[in-house]
Structure formats: structure tokens, C-alpha cells
């Protein structure tokens, strides 16, 4: 069978709370393994809210849907401060950015608390933004950031990334509404350990299969190299997303 963009493949999936430093509760879901223990786990960190990103974005969720069955990544997905999906809504409101500062570092933590192993963060657009601003924990292994629009992460950001030494993608749409290819290529240049990957025919949004299982291939070759290229069949159970 191919997998197709409604496939959801086997996992251990349950309904998380993360407790924020300052007091929020958010809604969020764990997908494990079916069978085995993690090898590593992705933190996502969703698109604006305010412009309908949210834990259930259909990059994240395709993530979630795939890489535990066949790469045996954990996957953690949450709504940010006053973001609601269909898993529900998080407590407080959007802090453009800023009190989200709790919001990553109560997810870093759960992964901790959890015994989750190798951590990666995973940021689509304003999640990237959080990702360069926040995600800097000696937890976190490296960050893949998709469509970064580089609008409220500053170059002091950038520097302090490059100081913590670790792994950083960028995948870049070559049609992308905010950064293209080029400028992205100078932007990060100031972070020696970045890596810029260019998509051809690719726009912000990843719209289309072809468009995520480029994403989803990139991911696993960082975070889970040995699952790399993804399959694109499935020969075992399955259900349908109907989202």
C-alpha cells in the first residue's frame, strides 16, 4: 500500500499536559513506537496561531502519523499559550513569541522527565522563530527549522546559536513567502554549523506529498540517519486520518 497523506501508520499514542514555569497548562500528544523503545524524538514547534498554525498543522501531524512506525522517533506535538486545535486548547494567550519562552522549555522538560532519548527540535515558521530564540538547552541535539522567516530572531540570536554549538538545518522553499534560498544562505552564514538546504519548487506552506516527504526525509536524515530514505509503502495495519 502507498502512504498516502491521510495513512496513519501504528503508534503508542496518548493525550499530554505540559506545565509551563508560569503556570499554563498545554494540550499536546505523545506518538511512540508501536513495539519498540525510541531511538530519538522530535519536539515540534507549530506555525503562527494567530494565522491557524497550531499542533495539528499537516506537516507535524504527517510526522506523527509516519516517523515512530518507520524510523523509531518519538514525536511530541502541543499547541503554544492560547493556540486550540483538535486536540483541544492550551491555557493563556499568545505572547507573539516571548512568554513562549515557557512554553519550549516546559516541552524540553517533558522530554526529560519522560526519558525520551536525543532530542531535536523541529520548527515550521514561527516555531522556527522559537526554536532559535528558546531552544538553546543543553538538552536539545539540534533543530531542523522549516520555512524560517527570520523576522523576530535577530542576528544575536544567530550568534548565540552558533556559540551553542549545535546541529542546524534550515530548509528553505525556493518560492517562500518571507526568506528564499539566497538570502537564507547569508543570514546563516553567521552561524558556522548551519546548513541551508534550498527546495526546489517548494512554497512556505509544504502543500502537497511530494512537499513533505522531502521535509520528512530531510528530518529522519538528521535526527534517525538509519531510516533514511523513508519507505514509501506500507505493507502492515493501518488507519485513515479524517481530519
Given at each position: 500500500?502507498?502512504?498516502?497523506?491521510?495513512?496513519?501508520?501504528?503508534?503508542?499514542?496518548?493525550?499530554?499536559?505540559?506545565?509551563?514555569?508560569?503556570?499554563?497548562?498545554?494540550?499536546?500528544?505523545?506518538?511512540?513506537?508501536?513495539?519498540?523503545?525510541?531511538?530519538?524524538?522530535?519536539?515540534?514547534?507549530?506555525?503562527?496561531?494567530?494565522?491557524?498554525?497550531?499542533?495539528?498543522?499537516?506537516?507535524?501531524?504527517?510526522?506523527?502519523?509516519?516517523?515512530?512506525?518507520?524510523?523509531?522517533?518519538?514525536?511530541?506535538?502541543?499547541?503554544?499559550r492560547?493556540?486550540?486545535?483538535?486536540?483541544?486548547?492550551?491555557?493563556?494567550?499568545?505572547?507573539?513569541?516571548?512568554?513562549?519562552?515557557?512554553?519550549?522549555?516546559?516541552?524540553?522538560?517533558?522530554?526529560?522527565?519522560?526519558?525520551?532519548?536525543?532530542?531535536?527540535?523541529?520548527?515550521?515558521?514561527?516555531?522556527?522563530?522559537?526554536?532559535?530564540?528558546?531552544?538553546?538547552?543543553?538538552?536539545?541535539?539540534?533543530?531542523?527549522?522549516?520555512?524560517?522567516?527570520?523576522?523576530?530572531?535577530?542576528?544575536?540570536d544567530?550568534?548565540?546559536?552558533?556559540?551553542?554549538?549545535?546541529?542546524?538545518?534550515a530548509?528553505?522553499?525556493?518560492?517562500?513567502?518571507?526568506?528564499?534560498?539566497?538570502?537564507?544562505?547569508?543570514?546563516?552564514?553567521?552561524?558556522?554549523q548551519?546548513?541551508?538546504v534550498?527546495?526546489?519548487?517548494?512554497?512556505?506552506?509544504?502543500?502537497?506529498?511530494?512537499?513533505?516527504?522531502?521535509?520528512?526525509?530531510?528530518?529522519?536524515?538528521?535526527?534517525?540517519?538509519?531510516?533514511?530514505?523513508?519507505?514509501?509503502?506500507?505493507?502492515?495495519?493501518?488507519?485513515?486520518?479524517?481530519?
Amino acid at each position: 500500500m502507498d502512504i498516502r497523506a491521510s495513512t496513519v501508520l501504528p503508534a503508542r499514542r496518548r493525550p499530554v499536559t505540559l506545565q509551563t514555569a508560569d503556570g499554563l497548562a498545554l494540550i499536546g500528544e505523545l506518538a511512540l513506537p508501536k513495539e519498540r523503545p525510541p531511538a530519538a524524538t522530535i519536539v515540534c514547534l507549530h506555525p503562527l496561531p494567530t494565522a491557524e498554525g497550531m499542533m495539528d498543522s499537516h506537516v507535524l501531524r504527517k510526522a506523527s502519523f509516519r516517523l515512530p512506525a518507520l524510523a523509531d522517533v518519538a514525536v511530541l506535538r502541543f499547541n503554544t499559550r492560547g493556540t486550540v486545535s483538535r486536540h483541544g486548547a492550551s491555557e493563556g494567550e499568545f505572547g507573539d513569541g516571548e512568554t513562549e519562552r515557557h512554553d519550549v522549555a516546559a516541552a524540553i522538560e517533558f522530554t526529560e522527565f519522560e526519558g525520551l532519548p536525543e532530542p531535536w527540535l523541529v520548527g515550521w515558521s514561527f516555531g522556527t522563530e522559537l526554536a532559535l530564540k528558546w531552544g538553546r538547552d543543553p538538552a536539545v541535539r539540534g533543530a531542523v527549522l522549516l520555512s524560517p522567516p527570520l523576522h523576530h530572531a535577530s542576528d544575536a540570536d544567530l550568534d548565540a546559536w552558533a556559540d551553542f554549538g549545535r546541529p542546524l538545518v534550515a530548509l528553505v522553499p525556493e518560492f517562500d513567502d518571507y526568506l528564499r534560498p539566497a538570502e537564507a544562505e547569508r543570514r546563516f552564514a553567521r552561524v558556522p554549523q548551519a546548513e541551508v538546504v534550498g527546495v526546489d519548487g517548494a512554497k512556505h506552506l509544504w502543500v502537497g506529498e511530494p512537499s513533505v516527504r522531502v521535509v520528512l526525509d530531510e528530518v529522519v536524515t538528521r535526527v534517525a540517519p538509519w531510516a533514511h530514505p523513508l519507505p514509501t509503502e506500507w505493507d502492515g495495519p493501518y488507519e485513515k486520518d479524517t481530519l
